[in-house]
C-alpha cells in the first residue's frame, strides 16, 4: 500500500479541511501510532497507522459516495437480472464491492442519487424517523394549480388511502405545467401518487436534491461525481423551499420540458 499524506488521510474521512488539520497539528491534537504529530505532510500508511485526532481514532476504512445524475432507463439495483442498473453507471475507479443505491428513483425516473457502500449512513438517510428533505421538479400533464399548496401542505391522501406527511409544493413560473414539490418521506412512487391524488400526471420527475446536497447543473445525466466526507452532512440538513425555488436556475427545468434528454 502506497504511503499517503497525513493531512490527505484525515480530511477524506472527516469534516476536517486540510488547513484545519494544519491547525489542530500545531495544537498537538493529533497523533499517529502514539507519537505526536509536528507537521500534517507526514508520509503515513493508510492500512497501518493509527491516527486520533484528541481521543477519537480516524479510521482507515473510507467509505465512497457518490452522487449520480440518475438517466431514464435504469434501475435502481445492484443485480444484473433487473435489466440495466445504476451501478453500471458508476467508472470502475470510483466503484467498490460493497456500493448501492442509497435510496430509489423509478426507471423513468431522473436526478439526484446517492451510490455509496456507507449502510449506516444509508440507514440514517432512508429512515423514516429523519424526515429527510426531497426535492423534486415535475413535468405535469395539466396546469399547476394553486390549491394544491395547501391539499399538499395539510397531508394528502392517496387513492390507496395512505396519508401523506406535509409536502410544500410550487408552481414553477417557466412553464405552467413544472412545480417543485419538497417531501420528507419516500412512499413508493409517491410523487406521482401525489399529483395523481389532486387528479394531475407526472410526465417527467427529476430529483434536484437530497437534504440540502444539491445536484450541480454541470452534471450531465448519466454522470457521477465523488463527495467528499463533509459534503454527505449536507444530507440531514433542510433547505428553506421558497428560497431553493427562487435560487433554481432554468438549465434543468429546460431539460425537463424536453423530457429529459
Ligand atoms: N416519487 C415518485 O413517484 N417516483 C420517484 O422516482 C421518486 C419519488
Redesign the pocket.
Known amino acids: 500500500m502506497p504511503l499517503i499524506r497525513l493531512d490527505k488521510f484525515i480530511s477524506e474521512r472527516t469534516e476536517f479541511s486540510r488547513s484545519e488539520i494544519k491547525n489542530l497539528v500545531g495544537r498537538k491534537r493529533v497523533t499517529v501510532d502514539g507519537q505526536v504529530v509536528k507537521n500534517s505532510d507526514l508520509k503515513i500508511n493508510p492500512d497501518t497507522a493509527k491516527v486520533f485526532v484528541d481521543d477519537n481514532e480516524i479510521r482507515s476504512e473510507r467509505f465512497r459516495y457518490i452522487l449520480l445524475n440518475k438517466p431514464a432507463g435504469y434501475v435502481c439495483s445492484t443485480s444484473d437480472n433487473d435489466g440495466a442498473n445504476v451501478m453500471e453507471l458508476i467508472p470502475e475507479n470510483l466503484r467498490t464491492k460493497n456500493m448501492f443505491p442509497a435510496g430509489?428513483?423509478?426507471k423513468?425516473?431522473l436526478g439526484a442519487l446517492l451510490i455509496t457502500d456507507d449502510g449506516d449512513l444509508a440507514h440514517r438517510m432512508l429512515s423514516p424517523k429523519r424526515h429527510v428533505s426531497?426535492i423534486?421538479i415535475v413535468k405535469l400533464d395539466r396546469p399547476f394549480k394553486i390549491e394544491y399548496i395547501n391539499l399538499f401542505k395539510n397531508g394528502l391522501k392517496l387513492a390507496s388511502g395512505e396519508v401523506c406527511l406535509p409536502a410544500e409544493v410550487r408552481g414553477s413560473e417557466l412553464s405552467e405545467k413544472l412545480a417543485f414539490i419538497q417531501?420528507f418521506e419516500?412512499?413508493?412512487?409517491?410523487?406521482?401518487?401525489?399529483f395523481s391524488a389532486v387528479g394531475n400526471h407526472?410526465e417527467v420527475?427529476m430529483?434536484i436534491s437530497l437534504g440540502n446536497l444539491i445536484l450541480p447543473e454541470k452534471l450531465a445525466f448519466g454522470e457521477c461525481m465523488e463527495l467528499l466526507h463533509k459534503d454527505v452532512e449536507n444530507l440531514f440538513l433542510t433547505p428553506d423551499f421558497d428560497d431553493f425555488c427562487r435560487n433554481f436556475t432554468g438549465n434543468f427545468s429546460a431539460k425537463l420540458i424536453n423530457n429529459g434528454s
Do not use: A, N
Open positions: 430509489r428513483l423509478d423513468d425516473s426531497k423534486y417531501i419516500g412512499k413508493y412512487h409517491q410523487v406521482k401518487r401525489m407526472v420527475l430529483r
